[in-house]
């Protein structure tokens, strides 16, 4: 697996029905760099921009940290991903391993009931 900082700002701005420019004004930021963190065309960010963004939110009524606006996540390689999807394949798409699909039903067993089984097993009933 590998991780990827993944910005989350889009997201948190409309949930908030936010505009881009709304922010940039209440965390005195220039617009073109909070459009720039919102369509995640940035290599880096400054930690000074981070703290700035935060209190832009924070004075909006958002009660935001650093976390809200960037989140490590994992995604699998190519080798795993492809592992992964043919053994759902070979499993019939049952990720657990569970009955693969088209299997027939179970059919009924003949003889006693299993509780008469039961009671010759378990010995003396107290």
């Not at 420019?21 to 459009?35: D, E, G, S």
């Not at 960010?45 to 009660?63: P, Q, Y």
């Not at 499993?91 to 008469?116: A, D, F, Q, S, Y």
Request: charged share 25%.
């Amino acid at each position: 697996m590998t991780a990827q900082m993944q910005i989350g700002l889009a997201g948190l701005l409309r949930q908030h029905n936010i505009t881009q420019k709304q922010l940039a004004q209440a965390a005195r930021m220039r617009p073109a760099t909070v459009n720039a963190i919102y369509n995640a065309r940035i290599e880096r960010v400054e930690i000074s921009t981070l703290v700035d963004l935060v209190a832009g939110l924070r004075k909006l009524g958002i009660h935001a940290d650093v976390g809200d606006i960037l989140q490590v996540v994992e995604i699998p390689d190519q080798t795993e991903q492809a592992a992964r999807e043919r053994a759902l394949r070979l499993l019939g798409g049952e990720p657990w391993g569970l009955k693969p699909t088209g299997l027939n039903p179970p059919v009924p067993v003949k003889g006693p009931p299993i509780e008469e089984i039961l009671k010759e097993h378990r010995g003396p009933e107290l």
